[in-house]
Every structure is written in C-alpha cells, then in structure tokens.
C-alpha cells in the first residue's frame, strides 16, 4: 500500500531533550516536507526536500533540523525542544514538487513540557 | 511573507445545497492551486489541483480559479453530511505551499 508513515504518532517530552520524528514514504517520491499545524495559524511549512541531500528552509525553521539521506526517509529533529514547538506535525511527500498530490502522513502530535 | 486568506467560518449549508469556499492569495506569481479536506483529528487530502484560469470540475466538486482577480473557489454541489470538515487552500509558490487556516464547513442533515 502506498503511503507515507511517521513515528511516534503520539509524543510527551520535556524541554531541552532532543527528539527525532522519523518519516518514511515507500512511493519513491522526490519531494518530502514537514508541516506543523496550530489552532488558528493553519499549516505552515517548515523544510522541504526536493531530491536526496538537497534540503532547505520552509516558513518557519527555528528549531528544527532535517535530512535526506536516503530517498525514501526524511526525518525531522528537534535538537533541544520548547513548549512552543508544542504542536501537530505532518510530513509530506510528492514525485514532484507542485505538479503532483502530496501525500500526507498521519501526524505526530507533540508535546513538550 | 506569501499569505493564503480563507474565511474560517464556520460555514453551515443543509444536505443537498451548494457550498462555496473561498481564497485569496497574495502573490502574483503562484502557478498551482490546490484544496485539501481535512476531518478532525487526521491529515488533509488532496481534493482539487487547479493550474490555469477558468472552472475545473470533479464529479461534486468544482475549482475556479482567476489569476487577475487573485482568487481560487471550490463548490460542492449537493453537500452530504460526510462532507462535513475542514477545507484547506494551498498556493504553490517556487518551491514550497502555502496553506490558508482553512474553513470549517458543516452539513446540516
């Protein structure tokens, strides 16, 4: 089945404990992202992945750390988590940017203390 | 700062009527449009791609999109209680997707 999973779905930490939320798609898309959803601010991307090894910054990157070292993986790190990265968080993955669907995951909701 | 506007609703229309969602965007130069549906508690999915000027339609659901007027709809004609979610605008811009905060609709059975 085609599809696009994240680990943990489900995530209570406390600050400064670094993290990672891995993300797998087995559609051998090119284009990957991550996303972090608020109440009120909706989806707001926070890097993308156009190909393996070729990554950059989104609307909001602080914080946050990301790599594409095989196609299939995008995984995304936070170093030393805050509260206010308290959210939902998504990946995303498309054979090409923009011209194709992009597939979402199943979110990860995160919360840090 | 590339921004996505949508009326966040929410919006209630009986079963069998038409739902009309709007978006505005701000830059000039997106060249693909998109509207995703979102139920509580899981991830959006693609409902419509739009690319060019005029109307494109999906079985229930129709996209219009006017580049000079900055503006992208989606219609949903004869709404049915599962039709019942979150609707998401995105802008493709060079690289990246902006979201709008999406509106709320509710179908009244």
């Known amino acids: 089945e085609a599809q696009v999973t994240q680990n943990p779905r489900y995530l209570i930490t406390v600050t400064g404990k670094k993290l990672t939320v891995t993300c797998s798609q087995n559609?051998?898309?090119?284009?990957m992202s991550w996303y972090r959803q608020d109440p009120g601010l909706g989806l707001r991307q926070i890097y993308y992945?156009?190909?393996?090894?070729?990554?950059d910054k989104g609307d909001v990157p602080e914080g946050y750390k990301v790599s594409r070292k095989e196609k299939r993986n995008f995984p995304l790190i936070l170093e030393s988590p805050s509260p206010n990265q308290t959210s939902l968080y998504f990946c995303?993955?498309?054979?090409?940017?923009?011209?194709?669907?992009?597939?979402f995951g199943p979110g990860t909701r995160l919360t840090v203390l | 700062q590339k921004e996505v506007e949508q009326n966040s609703g929410p919006l209630s229309v009986p079963e069998g009527a038409i739902a009309s969602l709007n978006c505005t965007y701000s830059d000039r130069g997106s060249q693909s449009f998109f509207w995703y549906r979102q139920y509580s508690g899981k991830s959006p999915e693609l409902i419509m791609s739009i690319y060019s000027n005029g109307d494109k339609e999906d079985g229930r659901f129709t996209a219009q999109l006017n580049k000079a007027s900055q503006y992208v709809s989606l219609l949903i004609r004869d709404s049915q209680p599962s039709d019942s979610a979150t609707y998401l605008c995105a802008v493709g811009g060079a690289n990246n997707l902006f979201f709008g905060t999406g509106t709320r609709l509710t179908v009244i059975p």
């Open positions: 559609m051998n898309h090119e284009y």
């Open positions: 992945s156009m190909n393996v090894e070729v990554t």
């Open positions: 995303a993955s498309s054979l090409r940017f923009l011209l194709d669907e992009q597939f």
